[in-house]
């Protein structure tokens, strides 16, 4: 795109009227502005979009979600009335995958009413393409405290990454927010606050506290991981699959993706997918804080193998032609192989879960 684009001329408009904009402002423009939000104007998956998340990628990665689900739901004492909640759905696809997968115990699929939380409405006439052959209520919810309470299990994929995300700067004076603003050269650069963030030292993890200067922190706001906390915490469970880091520390994750390559975040925005590593060890944390368990988080790749993707890969190519076999080996490898082509090893699962529940699948020591 040549130009400004319309959210550019927005948001430079809002920062000539009060003034810098903190990271956290500027991503939940780029992603969720109304008219010009990149997740509020388009379908961002798939070859033709920007990128590409592991239920697009294999059938295998939903179906053992869905499994794993209805092994849940059994630990749980086959409750009636069970709430299955995906959060930032996508297409559709891991919840198409995971319903199919669980026709082999009927007694779920007549306990469960499927809640899909997604604020796009692109996506959602997408989710309701893909799932209009269940037969199982299938509701749409713009927030997950919408959806009613009861017996509950949720799914996040891919969702954490995507929440606005603040980035305070170390300074010689103690921890400034990091801003977006406009150089001198008329483009949108970072900055950083005036004022020191009052008391915010106190609130770090110990490992951060001694950060160099020039370090940067990152975090995101409670709420969604608390209400996914209280919903399991009064019984239930919720599955997080994401790429992140196990333990908080300093590090600048602050990242655009356009057409499935690494962009400048600052440039076009609403027109690249922008998103910033899990803390998942803030996830936990909070969670346990109002009475959830968390189990995890372990990498991607040993929570697919305890869960069964071998098995799954060999029963899928037993029934392929030799070409299809080849996409099932691929796609398998893509799932849970290390380094920067493969998702096992960045991508971690976490599971959060009433204490009762005890361990779940794949989360055995």
Not at 64 to 81: F, K, N, R, T, Y
Not at 184 to 189: A, C, H, P, R, W
Not at 198 to 213: D, G
């Amino acid at each position: 795109m040549t130009g400004p684009t319309p959210l550019d001329t927005e948001i430079r408009r809002q920062i000539a009227r009060t003034g810098p904009m903190s990271v956290a402002r500027y991503m939940s423009l780029c992603l969720g502005h109304p008219e010009h939000g990149y997740y509020t104007t388009r379908d961002p998956l798939g070859r033709a979009g920007d990128f590409t998340t592991a239920p697009e990628i294999s059938q295998m990665f939903g179906e053992l979600i869905g499994l794993w689900a209805v092994s849940v739901w059994q630990q749980m004492g086959s409750p009636d009335g069970l709430r299955l909640v995906e959060l930032g759905p996508g297409r559709g696809t891991l919840m198409a995958d995971a319903m199919r997968a669980a026709k082999v115990v009927p007694a779920f699929r007549e306990a469960v009413t499927v809640h899909l939380v997604e604020i796009s409405e692109v996506l959602r006439q997408r989710q309701q393409d893909t799932l209009n052959h269940l037969d199982v209520p299938v509701l749409w919810h713009e927030r997950l405290q919408d959806v009613p309470h009861g017996p509950t299990i949720i799914l996040a994929n891919e969702f954490f990454d995507a929440l606005p995300v603040h980035q305070a700067v170390r300074q010689d004076d103690g921890w400034h927010e990091r801003m977006v603003e406009i150089g001198g050269d008329n483009k949108l650069v970072f900055g950083v606050g005036r004022e020191v963030i009052p008391h915010f030292e106190a609130t770090l993890p110990k490992q951060v506290r001694q950060a160099p200067s020039g370090a940067i922190y990152e975090w995101r706001t409670d709420t969604a991981v608390l209400e996914v906390g209280r919903r399991v915490a009064h019984g239930g469970a919720a599955l997080i699959v994401d790429y992140g880091h196990v333990e908080s520390a300093t590090g600048d994750t602050f990242q655009a993706v356009r057409s499935h390559a690494f962009a400048n975040p600052l440039i076009a925005p609403g027109q690249a997918d922008i998103t910033a590593h899990v803390d998942f060890q803030a996830l936990a944390t909070t969670a346990e804080s109002i009475g959830a368990k968390a189990l995890g988080p372990i990498e991607q790749a040993e929570f697919l193998r305890r869960i069964g993707i071998e098995h799954r890969a060999a029963v899928l190519k037993s029934q392929a032609t030799r070409e299809a076999a080849a996409e099932v080996d691929a796609a398998h490898e893509r799932l849970t192989a290390g380094g920067p082509k493969g998702m096992g090893q960045l991508f971690k699962a976490l599971t959060l879960a009433h204490p009762a529940l005890g361990t779940l699948p794949g989360f055995e020591s």
